[in-house]
């Protein structure tokens, strides 16, 4: 019985492997925080490109090169998918187009979610020479992350509604 007394006291007090238990004690939390900050990354670097799709795309409307061309829809989809292809996939991006009267009557143009919350788009109209024209584009960004889908997500589905809007002034692109 001594000896075995001896031997767990011994035991106890040997820390050789100290450093591997502490380590694989902090190895999960650590990888899945790096995860996350790498999968946050993406979602931001996905709404960068969603911006910058959506100001490529509306100077083809504000150039009159979009209205001018055969079909405007598809000149302008495909410049915006085109654009935002890196990070998000063009089948999931949604747009509407609509012509307002002016800059002061933006705000009596909100977007409309259906139940999902995706944007409902109210068509594509890119108006003509000397138009106010209002642009949005929604991108439902999905999340791989368990837990952080929960955190971050705006909807049941872990994922969360991304959305730029531009409101611009055609030229008069007609000589």
Known sequence: MRHIVGWVKEWARNDTASTAVEFSLVAVPFTYIL???????????AASVLNGATNDAARLIRTGQAQT???PETTFRDV?????SALIRCNRLQYE?????????FANFPPNFNDD?????????????????????????????PMLG??????????????????LQTEPYEF
Do not use: K
């Open 97 to 105: 187009v609509i012509a307002i009267p002016d800059f002061d009557s």
């Open 80 to 84: 915006l998918c085109s654009s935002a």
């Open 69 to 71: 061309s055969a079909d």
């Open 35 to 45: 995860i996350g900050i790498i999968e946050i990354s993406l979602m931001f670097g």
């Open 117 to 145: 919350g995706d944007l409902q788009p109210q068509g594509f109209d890119a108006g003509g020479v000397n138009t106010t024209v209002l642009i949005r584009t929604a991108y439902r960004y999905q999340f791989m992350t």
């Open 150 to 167: 929960e955190v971050l997500s705006d909807a049941s589905n872990n994922s969360r509604l991304m959305m730029a809007t531009v409101v």
